[in-house]
């Protein structure tokens, strides 16, 4: 090299500290090292957004300016700083730009490890040095020491000690590593590594990156990278499976298995966070291709163990639904959908099933039936059986429930009256076939209904059928109106003496009309508001039906004229709490309290009766 010959670096070869390496190797000896502004921008807003390679890269800036202090090199900076507009567009090589400018204007040797830069700038006519990215043995990774062959996951965070799962599925528990608190130099150098192993193995990727985050996909490993301002402190998890399961390992029967394979079905593989749910979903695609299905995968991020032929597909642009547009043109047999969580999520996976395609959806859920209720409000009642047919629930790494989802017409279960027959969802136990739930609406309603353990007088579905009675009658009064459900055809109802003429209407046809759509028979009758609950207490009134709302912080039941008494509150039932009724007719109860919870996993049996008070 000849004195004073310039070099120009791009802002590639400093983040992988390929041109520190150069240097430090004599190979550029006597020249003049020059920084765009621009890169030092980029690294700095980088670094602003919670980036590890703009850390990597200003460290990088700094071990030049330490050589250039001792005479090792000869540095300096130069060029426009990027305006705000500028860096924001950097993705679309704005930042390049000033870079190669700089380059031009010292009509200096350009340096990238960049394909795309290194052919932009040789068409720009400027002398170029394309350093090829390193091929270099892969190197055991340091978070790999932490893991043992039981271990399901580490967890590391900054001034803690390094924890970790341990065990069988479904058995982990949560061990100490080390004493020693880990700290942020250690967790720094780990994430590091994982950036560069991202960049080098084609078996790794950076499959999420927002500010104050990232998610390696590396090997088997899924490792998620927090720091400020996304948590409180910078925290390292990484996941791996401890076992890669086939489908004869499950102890399935011979008809579960054919059901899987005989044709395309929709399928929810439901569970609890770490019961083993994506392991079966990764067996039984493996299954299928072996039967001669295509299959694919659809994954955020990409760590469904399987084999290389089963394609696995990541978001485009972090959107589902395109990648879902992509693989109705590659024509799957069927597509395993990991995970299906959000209302977006759930419609993906409809439009997939109606287009032909078999689905099996991976979904978070502590029971079998939770798994359907999540389509509820998301899918169509009436076509919930042809987007699912089958859900098989994992706990402890077992299938510990199966169900078979099917389209009925019938009288449901607690009912008497045919003419209350309409169209009904069963949810049967698979291995016996008896009903378990059964779906259905009654008025606006969507009733999850159990059928199974439920007492003769069936409260649940009076409580109901009080709500709709209400309901109805109070289109034709003024008042309040108060119903007592004393059978499964027949209900009494107490309303003030000045509405009963416009329920009855002329020679009775207006509650023969409301008879005959709600098909009960109704007993009307005078209620007196200035002794309504002696006449309630009389008339062996013991229920009422609340309206439920849930606001932001409460869920909120009311019920008219009983301000100021002191009520039990049941879900069918089961009591849950006991409250005194406020001014306007309202009793709150905390929005993310289990009695609430409770109350809106199914609020249609919801029912209030006086309590017992001296």
Not at 241 to 253: G, N, Q
Not at 467 to 494: M, N, P
Request: with cysteine; glycine share 8%; proline share 4%.
């Amino acid at each position: 090299m000849t004195e004073g010959f310039c070099i120009v670096p791009d802002t590639s070869v400093i983040i992988d500290g390929r041109i520190t390496g150069k240097l430090k190797a004599g190979e550029f000896e006597s020249a003049r090292l020059i920084i765009s502004e621009a890169l030092v921008s980029e690294l700095e807003a980088q670094a602003n957004r919670g980036k590890e390679t703009g850390f990597k890269g200003l460290e990088e800036l700094k071990e030049l300016s330490d050589m250039a202090k001792r005479g090792e090199i000869t540095l300096e900076f130069t060029g426009k700083r990027p305006s705000l507009e500028q860096i924001k567009l950097a993705s679309g090589g704005e930042i390049d730009a000033m870079i190669r400018g700089v380059a031009v204007e010292n009509n200096a040797l350009f340096i990238t490890s960049d394909r795309v830069q290194s052919e932009v700038a040789r068409a720009k006519g400027l002398n170029v040095e394309y350093l090829m990215p390193l091929m270099e043995e892969l190197k055991a990774l340091t978070i790999e020491d932490f893991f043992t062959e039981d271990t399901l996951s580490v967890h590391l965070k900054v001034n803690v000690p390094p924890m970790a799962k341990r065990g069988s599925v479904g058995k982990q528990k949560l061990v100490k590593i080390k004493e020693e608190p880990i700290t942020e130099m250690e967790l720094r150098t780990i994430t590091r590594e994982l950036i560069e192993r991202a960049k080098r193995d084609p078996d790794s990727h950076l499959e999420i990156e927002y500010e104050g985050v990232m998610v390696f996909q590396i090997g088997s490993m899924r490792i998620a990278v927090a720091q400020p301002p996304f948590s409180d402190g910078m925290e390292i998890t990484a996941v791996r499976p401890i076992a890669i399961v086939r489908l004869e390992d499950y102890r399935l029967s011979k008809e579960l298995k054919e059901r899987i394979i005989e044709r395309q079905r929709g399928i929810l593989v439901a569970g609890p966070p770490g019961a083993g749910k994506s392991t079966f979903a990764a067996s039984v695609a493996e299954v299928l291709f072996e039967q001669g299905f295509i299959v694919k995968t659809m994954e955020a991020p990409r760590d469904l163990q399987v084999q290389d032929a089963i394609t696995q597909y990541a978001p485009i642009q972090r959107d589902m639904e395109k990648t879902a547009d992509i693989l109705l043109l590659v024509r799957p047999d069927y597509t395993v959908y990991d995970e299906v969580r959000k209302t977006k999520d759930f419609h993906v996976f409809t439009d997939m099933r109606m287009a032909g395609v078999g689905m099996i959806g991976v979904v978070h859920a502590t029971r079998g039936v939770d798994a359907i209720q999540r389509l509820i409000g998301r899918v169509e009642l009436g076509i919930i059986p042809q987007v699912v047919d089958t859900v098989i629930f994992i706990d402890k790494g077992e299938v510990s429930k199966v169900y078979d989802i099917k389209f009925t017409v019938k009288v449901p279960h607690g009912m008497v009256e045919q003419d209350l027959a309409r169209p009904v969802i069963t949810i049967a136990d698979f291995e016996n076939g008896t009903i378990e739930y059964e779906i259905y609406t009654y008025g606006e309603q969507v009733v999850v209904m159990p059928v199974v353990d439920i007492e003769k007088e069936r409260p649940g579905t009076w409580a109901l059928a009080a709500r709709e009675i209400e309901k109805e009658l109070l289109k034709y009064t003024r008042g309040t109106v108060d119903v007592d459900v004393a059978s499964d055809s027949s209900a009494t109802v107490f309303m003030d003496e000045e509405d009963i003429a416009g329920v009855i209407g002329k020679g009775g046809k207006t509650i023969d009309l409301i008879e005959k759509k709600l098909g009960l028979h109704l007993d009307i009758r005078e209620r007196k508001k200035e002794k309504a609950r002696s006449k309630m207490k009389e008339t062996g009134i013991k229920s009422f039906v609340p309206a439920v709302e849930r606001s932001k912080k409460y869920v909120v039941l009311t019920i008219q004229g009983m301000a100021g008494e002191t009520v039990d509150v049941y879900s069918g039932d089961d009591y849950l709490l006991t409250a005194t009724v406020g001014r306007k007719g309202d009793v709150k109860i905390g929005k993310e309290t289990d009695t609430a919870f409770r109350i809106m996993e199914n609020p249609a049996i919801v029912t209030m009766r006086l309590a017992q008070v001296a």
